[in-house]
């Protein structure tokens, strides 16, 4: 069973910034993680609550609503800045 999608403003302005052929690798991974979007690291601190999924050198950061089945994506970055 699939989950559902759904990128924020912010992420989505993230991924424009990136370069082309690392956003069609981020963009290929998205199915995966609507899948079994557990699949994905589950981060701590102030970041409690999220997961990571990495297509180096990028991280997807995105929240699990298990209630309704969707996946947020909430930010994309460079691992050394999207923490």
Do not use: C
């Amino acid at each position: 069973m699939a989950w559902e999608i759904k990128i924020k403003k912010k992420a989505q302005k993230d991924l424009d910034k990136i370069p082309i052929q690392y956003q069609k690798k981020i963009l290929a991974v998205l199915p995966i993680i609507a899948e079994d979007p557990f699949v994905g690291k589950k981060l701590d601190g102030e970041l409690t609550g999220l997961h990571s999924y990495r297509v180096w050198p990028y991280r997807i950061i995105y929240k699990i609503y298990k209630n309704i089945l969707v996946v947020i994506i909430i930010r994309i970055g460079h691992r050394q800045g999207v923490y």
